[in-house]
């Protein structure tokens, strides 16, 4: 009768009390849970097997508390206990327990502390002794509850029932961990409108501050720029790419040019008086500036640096009407391209 009076107390307040503040707790869920079930039975010593279980309810939002019902069902393991007379000498068994429970919470933002109290059925699982056991009964725990995601939540909680036929009776005290999925949209809190005031006469303007003028700076800067490098290096005889013995000063003076700038490219160029026709003297420039880079390289000078090439008679420096000017137009000039550094000044 105690009992009774107690679940028809806590029905009664679910159905007089209006719904007001939600929580992160209302709506419908189900879940599942897993832990150690601290079982006795009449004439046989305690246990701790595991204990698992799947639930399902609905939780309402009141005022400052939450009330909720839950159907559940846990499965205690079987397990071999010592047994007294006038109980067998060793006693295999588990519980299967289902019921309904009603749910007084106090919820706290992201935690939900909680009690139930409700009516299970206990059904005694294993040899003849256990299996005999069996009834109805009350259902008693104590939780608390975490929501880590909109929609999901942990659980730990303690549960106690009792089933009994006759003189035995078998007693469950399960301490789980559970998980909850929640299927409602999560609990968003309604902006309260602000009562309309009215709005003061706006201050006037300030005048406008003068923005200082900034006074330009200067710096120097230095910038790399190409500058193109001709050198002369060396004069031929006429209709030879031989080197004449006297043109070895000047080509050594190349070569040390070349070891100064070690990554600078160089071009020999070979070139010829206007004597002969064009694909003659193509030719013979072409073999003049080979015989210059053949001496470079001898003399160190990486192959790889330089490339040869012939402008026959198209550039010349001098008048190839005279034996001077035919004289200087026979020649090997080294180009190439340096990097230097040219410093310009920068305002800002």
């Known amino acids: 009768m105690k009992k009774s009076t107690m679940t028809i107390a806590l029905a009664a307040a679910l ?10 707790f209302g709506g419908g869920y189900v879940g599942g849970k897993i832990g150690v079930n601290r079982t006795d039975m009449t004439a046989v010593d305690r246990q701790s097997p595991l204990a698992t279980g799947i639930e399902g309810g609905y939780n309402w939002n009141m005022d400052s508390v939450l009330l909720g019902v839950d159907g559940f069902m846990d499965f205690n393991e079987k397990k071999t206990h010592t047994g007294v007379l006038p109980a067998p000498a060793t006693v295999n068994y588990g519980s299967h327990v289902y019921g309904l429970d009603f749910k007084l919470g106090l919820p706290n933002g992201n935690w939900l502390p909680y009690a139930k109290l409700g009516y299970a059925r206990v059904d005694g699982r294993g040899d003849a002794y256990a299996a005999a056991v069996g009834g109805s009964g009350a259902h008693l725990g104590l939780g608390v509850e975490y929501k880590f995601a909109p929609h999901w939540s942990v659980a730990g909680e303690w549960t106690n029932n009792t089933g009994k036929s006759g003189a035995t009776k078998l007693n469950n005290n399960n301490l789980t961990l559970g998980i909850n999925y929640y299927f409602d949209k999560p609990y968003v ?5 602000a009562a309309a005031v009215a709005a003061p006469a706006p201050a006037p303007a300030p005048a406008p501050v003068p923005v200082p003028v900034p006074v330009p700076s200067e710096t120097w800067k230095t910038l790399l720029e190409n500058k193109p490098v ?10 030879s790419t031989k080197l004449r013995s006297g043109e070895i000063t000047k080509l050594n003076e190349v070569v040390s040019f070349a070891e100064r700038h070690e990554d600078a490219q160089l071009e020999s160029s070979g070139h010829t008086d206007s004597v002969g026709t064009e694909e003659y003297n193509q030719k013979l420039s072409e073999g003049r500036a080979e015989s210059v880079k053949a001496y470079m390289v001898k003399k160190g000078v990486s ?10 008679e198209s550039k010349p420096m001098a008048d190839n009407a005279t034996s001077e000017g035919r004289e200087l137009n026979r020649r090997v000039e080294i180009c190439t391209v340096l990097k230097v550094e040219k410093k310009v000044r920068v305002t800002k």
């Open 303 to 312: 192959a790889h640096r330089i490339d040869t090439v012939g402008y026959g």
């Open 189 to 193: 809190a309604t902006p309260v409108a």
């Open 15 to 24: 159905l007089s009390m209006t719904a007001a503040q939600a929580s992160e």
């Open 230 to 239: 001709c050198i002369e290096g060396a004069n031929f005889e006429f209709d």
